[in-house]
DNA sequence: CCTGCACCGTGAAGTGTCTTCACGGTATCG
DNA sequence: CGATACCGTGAAGACACTTCACGGTGCAGG
């Protein structure tokens, strides 16, 4: 079947690109002593505070882990827990200035990977691109437990 | 400069799928109850037996950790470990016929999968997603260490 | 008021994926 | 025959996850 080998030949290039693209941040995050896990969980601090609990939810994983990334995290000056102000059960995670640094540079990091992919590409195909993987977005987040997160 | 904003998006786009798919992956393998490098220890033995040496030079990871990925799988009864016929210092892993039978269901889920993501697209977008996954890996693979391996 | 239940974060224990370093066995080349 | 490079693995350890149990807190309902 023909019409098979195109989209499995499509699913191929999708799968390098992950494996690729998520050797490449471990490289990157690991030259400033940092893990992609502990990362991600400071990315998610952009929008500001935040609880361990409703982390934990974004994020997709146990309370439990996300104890132990906090606890990394406030180890190497990023982040600091400060009491919640009215739940004494919570703790807000807040970025520390340091981490706010980290996070901006973070986010040029991501501006220059993005010129760097698809720096040469004409508006047209860019667009196509975009339009395309939303579409397949689209059909893989109801496969997926946990899809609806961003 | 809005010319950037297109690239990030693409990149956003990009970044989620990969996390999408990592958990798709992980989930339905979880399931037959594997684990991701494992599963892809055993997919690089679809060509045929290998020595560990070359599965670690291909996978990207350390010699020592493909012996611990190996001794899963042969407990699992996935694998076997048979000698060299010519290098007594090298052993071959070898698919055991419950890992051929695997083997082959795992492609009947990757084309499945491929079917849902891009089953509806039009024979233009698949080709144009294609051809500019192409583009964007042959920039991206320099970047990477060990890019060149399959 | 105060009792029961749901919730927040964390200690304990365990699995899986990775690493580096050291070592014994083997191939190979001079 | 001997130096050297290579193959796989033991030992020890870092990190990202999990479930289960427990103490502290919030929030009703009686």
């Known amino acids: 079947m023909p019409a098979d080998d195109g989209r499995v030949a499509a699913l191929d290039r999708v799968l390098e690109l992950t494996v690729l693209l998520g050797r490449d941040m471990a490289a990157s995050l690991a030259a400033s002593g940092l893990t992609v896990a502990r990362t991600t969980l400071l990315w998610h601090l952009r929008a500001g505070p935040s609880t361990q609990r409703a982390l934990a939810d974004a994020l997709g994983v146990s309370a439990r882990n996300v104890t132990g990334l906090v ?53 047209e195909r860019l667009d196509g691109l975009v339009s395309v993987l939303d579409e397949v977005l689209e059909r893989l987040r109801p496969l997926v437990p946990g899809g609806a997160a961003s």
Do not use: I
Not at 75 to 83: K, W, Y
């Open 71 to 123: 606890d990394g995290l406030a180890e190497s000056g990023l982040v600091s827990r400060e009491p919640h102000p009215a739940d004494r059960r919570a703790t807000l995670v807040t970025p520390t200035p340091r981490g706010q640094e980290l996070l901006d540079e973070l986010a040029r990091g991501q501006a220059e990977l993005a010129g760097q992919l698809f720096g040469g590409l004409s508006r």
